[in-house]
């Protein structure tokens, strides 16, 4: 009971927006249940471990300590994967994020293609397994442009701290042009699935639209 009411607590911590709070939830959750299991159950136990490291995961993103995020979304990985069980299109789809995230940080393009391709590989996924979820696809399709649309700020000398042109510009870069060009086709497919199903007004679809004008 005392796991339920920390999760319970740690999940109203982060839809009030209190990620610091929530993430004290999760030490003391994580802590408890290590305490509790012996090494050899751990594995018996995946599901909760998954949820527990996910939960990390977004926790720490939200208060802006990526790598420790994209360390805890990989340990949610790899306690399924010993099991036998493969990344879902949504470990792929957060995987990816992240570590675009983290490459734009530290201004590595290279590593940034490698987290598109990952995004990319849950796109598919997802429409596999989930033919009829539109809504999610576009968000997928949007974080594979971001991918492109970071590589063009780069391009253009972007990064933390950047001297890149500024954004109501237009690029002189051909590289740059190539990339955003990458972007605003995967941000009109987001935007065409959006306004389809969730209509014209909708702020998802405002949003992407958004999007398609920065691109």
């Not at 042109?165 to 190539?178: D, I």
């Amino acid at each position: 009971w005392r796991l339920k009411a920390l999760n319970h607590l740690a999940t109203v911590r982060m839809k009030q927006a209190r990620f610091a709070e929530a993430l004290e939830c999760f030490e003391e959750v994580e802590a408890y249940a290590s305490a509790g299991l012996r090494g050899e159950d751990q594995d018996e136990a995946w599901e909760f471990w998954e949820t527990v490291y996910r939960n990390f995961g977004w926790t720490l993103s939200s208060l802006g300590r990526g790598d420790e995020a994209l360390a805890y979304i990989q340990r949610a990985i790899d306690v399924k994967e010993r099991v036998g069980r493969p990344a879902s299109w949504f470990d792929l789809w957060d995987l990816g994020r992240l570590k675009a995230l983290t490459a734009l940080r530290q201004g590595i393009p290279a590593e940034i293609r490698s987290s598109q391709a990952i995004v990319t590989k849950a796109l598919w996924l997802h429409r596999d397994a989930e033919p009829s979820d539109l809504v999610m696809r576009a968000k997928i399709w949007h974080s594979v442009g971001e991918c492109s649309f970071a590589l063009g700020h780069l391009e253009e000398g972007g990064a933390s701290g950047s001297t890149a042109a500024s954004p109501n510009s237009a690029t002189s870069s051909s590289a740059a042009r190539t990339h955003y060009a990458k972007a605003l086709k995967c941000f009109r497919e987001s935007h065409k699935l959006f306004r389809k199903t969730e209509g014209r007004f909708n702020p998802l679809t405002g949003t992407e639209a958004q999007a398609l004008a920065w691109a």
